[in-house]
């Protein structure tokens, strides 16, 4: 479950950052270094550390939206990650994260890995997030201004998420 007010590394803010053109319609853009002991036994990035750096990211796209104070609970449903190109120390991933699709009570997310060192996309990924209540027992709606929000935010960049 998601429900803590933790800082994620570093997000990039839309006027500020430069963006590669592959992460132009991402609304945020989770910087993640590569760490020497993230590496597998063949000198990859291993598998599950994506699954890490998706957490971070969907961390840092709440906090975008101000979503992530402490009163809201949310947890994974689902995830995958399609792994295009071997990542390899030194590397810097630039994880462009938007909302595919919202929901009533969901969300799915959508992640393109961005390898500095490669210039291009190395992995895609997704992930279907619910809203709790604040028990985590039963689903919760997303309000109408935080709909309104996020649909907000995604428009800026020129993406519309499915509804």
Known sequence: MTHSNEKSASISDAAN????????????????????????????????????????????????????????VTV???????????????????????????????????????STAQEKIVATAEAVVVRLDRDGKGKLPWTAAERQQLLALEAKFGHTPEL
């Open 17 to 72: 950052d430069h963006r590669p053109e592959l992460l132009a319609h991402y609304p945020v853009i989770h910087h993640q270094p590569i760490q020497w002991g993230e590496m597998d036994a063949f000198n990859h990035l291993n598998n599950v550390v994506y699954y890490r750096y998706a957490e971070s990211a969907r961390i840092s796209y709440l906090h975008a939206l101000g979503m992530f104070d402490g009163s809201m």
């Open 76 to 114: 994974l449903a689902q995830s995958s990650c399609q792994y295009l190109r071997p990542v390899t120390y030194p590397d810097t991933l630039l994880l462009g994260v938007r909302c595919k699709r919202l929901g009533n009570t969901s969300m799915t997310m959508e992640y393109s890995y961005y």
